[in-house]
Structure formats: C-alpha cells, structure tokens
C-alpha cells in the first residue's frame, strides 16, 4: 500500500471494526504479537524494556510483552501513564493476571541496563509536543545505549511531515502497521529500518476511496509463524 496520513490511519481503523465488524482488540492482538515475532526474527536479547504510554500504543506494549515473556525473555515492563481505558486496560490486566510486574513512573535510571527497549509510547496519533515528563523519558531512550524498536512510529515524530515534535525517540527499528506513514520519507534518522506489520484486516478493507488495493498479502510482512517459548 501507499504511505497514509494520520486522518487516513483513523479511518482505516475505523472502517475495519464498523464495516467489516473486527473488534478492535483483535487488532491490537494481531499487530502486538506481530510485532514480537518481529523482534524474535531481528534477533532481540534481554533484557528488554517495554517502555508503555496511555492508550493503543501502550496496549500495543503490553501485547508485545506478552509474547517476548511467553518467549523465555526477561523483561522489565515500564508504564509512563496514569491509567488506562479499553483496550490497553484489558492487555494491561492480562499482564498483572500473569504474575508480570509493571512498574509504574519508575525512575529513569530504569532505562539502563538493557539490551533492547520497545518505544510504546505515542503512535500516530500524536500531533503536538509531547508535555513533561515524556521529553525526559525519550531523553533517557536515546541515551540509554540499547537498540530501540519503535511501535507504528518513533514517540515524538509527526506522522504525517516527518519533522520531530521537540525530543523524538530515534528508533533502530520501527515497526508500522499496514502500510508506511508519508513522513516516513523524510524521517531515516528517527525511524531507522522501516518493517510493515499486519494487523489481520481484511484485504476488502484496504480497497476503498483513494486507498490503492493490494494485490496480495505482500502489503504487509508476514509474521504467521508461531513464537516458540525458549527452553
């Protein structure tokens, strides 16, 4: 597919789980998990720190570490919000459920030590600077020394121009769900390697207004191979 804008982005969405009745969680689930097998084919060691916001990203987080500790990997699951609603609520309890512990604001000194760390902040629709503390937080990312893989857009970056909104997390690896974002074009230097994820829509729901159809499922990497836990 073509790069989409942030208002096509919603749309998308918004269509799959009207017009095609896809429960928005289901999404969520496919583009987490897909995005951990990602991880597990580029390689991912641990620790690894889930760095989760408020909101789809983070529940996008809170998939993601799911499948890494169902992979044997040790984590340290970080939540830079107050509370959650809907989706990312349901992930986030399936976690606390499991016996995973998620710390809460922890201290920035928490982002060292770690060999990779998923930025699970802010996705795309992120449209001004992030307020304080977030600046700090994606001060520590960077600074941190360990490779970043970025959850549909690096935190801090416009989605639609490119231009980072003040601090922005500069990612070795983003993985964007369905198809690239038009600033990626002119964003190389934040979000480094560029991966398409499905989120299991159905090819119909791409193939609508100036969407350009897919042909086949090659719009999107396929991530179908289960994740197998580590012995």
Not at 33 to 46: K, Y
Not at 67 to 76: H, V
Request: contains cysteine; aromatic residues 6%; neutral net charge.
């Amino acid at each position: 597919m073509r790069p989409l804008t942030r208002a096509e982005c919603r749309e998308l969405d918004r269509r799959v789980i009207e017009t095609f009745g896809m429960p928005s969680i289901l999404l969520m689930e496919n583009a987490g998990s897909a995005m951990a097998r990602l991880l597990l084919e580029l390689g991912v060691t641990g620790p690894v720190g889930i760095v989760c916001g408020k909101g789809n990203n983070g529940g996008d987080g809170f998939v993601i570490a799911r499948y890494l500790d169902l992979a044997g990997l040790p984590l340290r699951i970080m939540e830079f919000a107050d509370d959650h609603s809907g989706d990312s609520l349901v992930m986030r309890d399936i976690l606390v459920r499991s016996g995973l512990t998620i710390e809460k604001w922890p201290s920035l000194e928490r982002l060292q030590g770690l060999a990779w760390i998923v930025d699970a902040l802010f996705g795309t629709g992120l449209s001004s600077p992030p307020r304080e503390p977030y600046p700090q937080v994606i001060a520590a990312i960077n600074a941190s020394g360990a490779r970043i893989f970025a959850v549909d857009v690096p935190s801090g970056l416009d989605a639609d121009s490119g231009e980072p909104m003040g601090l922005c997390v500069r990612a070795d690896h983003t993985a964007t769900v369905v198809a690239p974002k038009v600033g990626f074009a002119r964003a190389a230097a934040w979000t480094g390697q560029v991966h398409l994820v499905s989120m299991g829509a159905p090819r119909a729901a791409l193939c609508f207004a100036s969407f350009k159809c897919p042909t086949s499922d090659a719009s999107a990497d396929r991530r179908d191979a289960p994740i197998r836990p580590s012995a």
